[in-house]
């Protein structure tokens, strides 16, 4: 009977360790509302990426003003960004790649051949090591493209509104990286 009681505390206590990635005030660590491309942008609604039992990524979607309606938010030739901070050590450079490529796929019901040249441009950001902490930003405006920053040093700016909506759609189209992830950013 002892050793059922060890092993019972052994597993729980491992459980705990290796799965608890990340508190759950760090989706605190979002503010409430961000200036981009001249605007104050509001914070949409914020959420987590998870995979089996761990969380992956927090992310937050910014937009000028509060919607519900993703095709709007995708189509929309506004000022937007999304924050994405990595929290789990699960999440490579070549995971991210793979995982990202698939996004655009969805997104665009798998016509990535017109915007092919922007998502390489775009998957270039995950070429360094992508480590936990590491918080990646995404900002789109009408005049200048998206921005894409990573720990707040700028890496590429990528042109073109059909880029910035399959972007977007990784995470707001109908076939989204995560249906509860998509209702968190749209604040439902």
Same mark, same amino acid.
């Not at 759950?24 to 987590?48: C, E, M, R, Y």
């Given at each position: 009977?002892?050793?059922?009681?060890?092993?019972? @505390?052994?597993?729980?206590?491992?459980?705990? !360790?290796f799965?608890?990635?990340?508190?759950?005030?760090?989706?605190?660590?979002?503010?409430?509302?961000?200036?981009?491309? #001249?605007?104050?942008?509001? !914070?949409?609604?914020? #959420? /987590?990426?998870?995979?089996?039992?761990?969380?992956?990524?927090?992310? #937050?979607l910014?937009?000028e $003003?509060?919607?519900?309606?993703?095709?709007?938010?995708?189509?929309a +030739? /506004?000022?937007? &960004?999304?924050?994405?901070?990595? @929290?789990? #050590?699960?999440?490579?450079?070549e995971?991210?790649?793979h995982?990202?490529?698939?996004?655009? &796929?969805? &997104?665009? %019901?798998?016509?990535?051949a017109?915007? /092919?040249?922007?998502i390489?441009?775009?998957?270039?950001?995950?070429?360094?090591?992508?480590? $936990?902490?590491?918080?990646?930003?995404?900002?789109?405006?009408?005049? %200048?493209?998206?921005?894409?920053?990573?720990n707040?040093?700028?890496?590429?700016?990528?042109?073109?509104?059909?880029?910035?909506? &399959?972007l977007?759609?990784?995470?707001?189209? +109908?076939?989204?990286?995560q249906?509860?992830?998509?209702?968190?950013?749209?604040?439902?």
């Open positions: 009977m002892r050793a059922i009681q060890k092993a019972v @505390v052994s597993f729980s206590l491992f459980f705990s !360790l799965f608890i990635s990340i508190p759950a005030h760090a989706l605190d660590a979002f503010s409430p509302t961000i200036n981009a491309g #001249g605007k104050q942008l509001v !914070l949409n609604g914020k #959420g /987590q990426r998870t995979k089996f039992v761990l969380t992956l990524y927090n992310a #937050g910014y937009l $003003k509060k919607n519900k309606d993703a095709n709007s938010i995708m189509n +030739n /506004q000022v937007k &960004a999304l924050r994405l901070q990595i @929290v789990s #050590g699960f999440i490579s450079s995971k991210m790649t995982a990202t490529k698939q996004g655009f &796929a969805n &997104a665009t %019901g798998g016509k990535t017109p915007i /092919q040249a922007q390489n441009q775009f998957l270039g950001a995950f070429k360094a090591p992508i480590k $936990k902490g590491d918080i990646f930003e995404f900002t789109y405006t009408p005049a %200048g493209g998206t921005k894409v920053v990573k707040r040093k700028g890496i590429t700016v990528i042109k073109g509104l059909p880029f910035k909506k &399959a977007f759609g990784i995470w707001l189209s +109908n076939r989204p990286a249906g509860s992830l998509k209702n968190q950013l749209l604040g439902k």
